[in-house]
């Protein structure tokens, strides 16, 4: 048995300076890091600021109980960053809070401290920033991100115009194949702790959930393929919300083909086996950090067979809703659920 | 009785555009307010921008059974921007993080939102963007905030040098003192409900403790005095803390005068009444919000008999400690206490 530590046993001050010790930075604009009253930021000339926040709370967002604490400290900056990512920018700096309980280990703490400076790394953004405070419940985790960007390459949700392609970058479900998996372990392991969790071939899903990317390289991509998006949003709730928000911002409809919306076997295989339909996990799984995007249809020779994205649909009038066409012809209305019906707990 | 709406009842979507559609803006800069992924700020040329963040947690920042919404809102953004007036910079936008219980009703929450736009109004920041989550215990509040400052103007924590002398703002102890009120009407209420709150002549403390002010003026103020602080740090967590900060950042001890602490009449006489020790809390009372800072004595000319301000000691050798120097001129050491040992709750 490992020998832990409880937070309660450290003090404030030992715990933020334990933070503030592991943070390096990787970014020149970068002045004064985490340790003063407010970090120091250079902005590059000409570029405009972004400025985007979110949170994440036990038993909401996450189940410690699967979640390793790696795993969430880089989940959570992916979904800080991805909102930035959905407007075409760089992210370049985030801060984190910490609410924690008084049982949380500082050995817990490592863990999750050395998920987000590995994303940090990973996503080359610095650290500059956060708190932590007593929590009487669970963990929570909060992320505010900045970056910048030339106002030309910026894109917004508004834009989009009737006749515009309707665009996404990888595939769909995985997150929510992932979790599906890992809450059928944890029902298996309470009935029978003594069964070994069969993780096997399911890795691409768990890692969807686990540890998704934020699609901060896409930003590259555009730019290789010269298009360039009338409109665009991050995936983080659901497609079929994110749809809605895009036809809400533009006062449009649009019209989406189930034969298109972009599925790997292995997600497809993983939510038949849970007797799900896969179009609805398609729509309303979430967490797939995707990019959502429309595209002028004179572009169209851009991103047509182009590997990085799929076309789903297009923007239509307002009046015709927003809608989609299954395999076999049929209209349906797409909804768009928000976590009062589709709460991961 | 009233008739309240639990937020249960109402969707993420429509919480979320009822926040949305409160604010409003004062700054050119807010290019995009919420609405979209992130916010677009246009950073003024030459400044450096400067970003803070920070949290309060029910039971352990706030007592919701005597704390009115609308005020804890107000406190909220204080609590926020008191680290940018800390640097002598001016707070332009904030982004607002709730993690709501699914008890909490959407008139509470209108009335946190109006505080939180009040304090907007009266600091002239924009709020611009911010996330509603569940939460399965209390409310969960966390603020970021952004502003911008010429390099010359900002002032850290270090640069600190032996004979400086060592400054505050205002008065001490008042926001610990208005909450000790509020805690022993709350202890009044528990044993005989029927009995009236006893809080006249409380005004000054309780204003102190339930909407404090961030020194934003301040800045003004150092212009007008011609006084250059070669450090400065807000004092939100307590005088003894930041005095330790200020000496650790820089190598240097500090010796403060007791006779010197500014304190109120009220504060002295409601501390006193508890039986506890004045000192005692100007040091240790916390959430002040005032300024700590150090001016290089050859602009005593410019501090002495300044009513901005008030000199409590100077900078001494980092081997002679962080000494406190009583009225019959005995000398403590003075302790940095963190909230493992003054939680509010």
Redesign the interface.
């Known amino acids: 048995m490992e020998n832990l530590t409880p937070i309660?046993t450290?003090?404030?001050?030992e715990l933020k300076s334990r933070l503030l010790r592991a943070i390096e930075t990787h970014r020149s604009s970068t002045?004064?890091a985490a340790?003063?009253?407010?970090?120091?930021?250079?902005?590059p000339v000409g570029?405009?600021?972004?400025?985007?926040?979110?949170?994440?709370?036990?038993?909401?967002?996450f189940d410690l109980t699967y979640f390793p604490l790696k795993h969430l400290g880089y989940k959570l900056v992916t979904h800080g960053i991805s909102?930035?990512a959905?407007?075409n920018?760089t992210p370049s700096?985030i801060?984190?809070?910490f609410?924690l309980s008084s049982k949380f280990t500082l050995e817990a703490l490592d863990e999750l401290v050395a998920g987000i400076l590995y994303a940090c790394d990973d996503y080359q953004v610095d650290w500059?920033?956060?708190?932590i405070?007593?929590?009487?419940?669970?963990l929570?985790l909060?992320i505010?991100?900045?970056?910048f960007a030339h106002q030309a390459e910026?894109i917004?949700?508004?834009g989009a115009q009737k006749t515009d392609l309707l665009c996404i970058t990888g595939d769909l479900g995985g997150a929510y194949a992932g979790l599906s998996i890992l809450e059928r372990e944890k029902r298996i392991f309470k009935e029978a702790p003594s069964v070994q969790p069969e993780l096997d071939g399911f890795e691409y899903i768990l890692q969807k959930q686990l540890r998704p990317k934020a699609r901060t390289d896409f930003h590259t991509i555009l730019k290789e393929w010269g298009i360039t998006p009338s409109s665009m949003?991050?995936v983080s709730d659901s497609l079929a919300?994110e749809i809605h928000q895009i036809c809400k911002?533009n006062n449009v409809g649009a019209r989406v083909y189930e034969e298109r919306l972009p599925m790997e076997q292995i997600v497809i295989d993983t939510i038949l086996d849970l007797n799900l339909e896969p179009t609805t996990i398609a729509l309303n799984g979430g967490e797939d950090y995707e990019l959502l995007f429309t595209v002028p249809l004179d572009q169209y020779d851009h991103i047509k067979n182009n590997p990085h994205l799929t076309i789903i649909g297009h923007i239509t009038d307002a009046e015709d809703g927003v809608i989609l066409e299954s395999r076999n012809g049929n209209e349906h209305p797409i909804q768009?659920l928000?976590?009062?019906?589709n709460?991961h707990s």
Chains 1, 2 share one sequence.
């Open positions: 309660h450290v003090g404030e001050f002045i004064l340790g003063d009253d407010a970090a120091l930021i250079q902005p570029q405009q600021l972004l400025l985007t926040t979110d949170q994440m709370v036990e038993g909401v967002h909102d930035l959905g407007m920018a700096h801060t984190v809070n609410a500059v920033g956060g708190d405070a007593p929590s009487h419940s669970g929570i909060n505010s991100a900045v970056g910026i917004t949700r508004k949003i991050d919300s911002s768009a928000g976590w009062e019906t709460e």
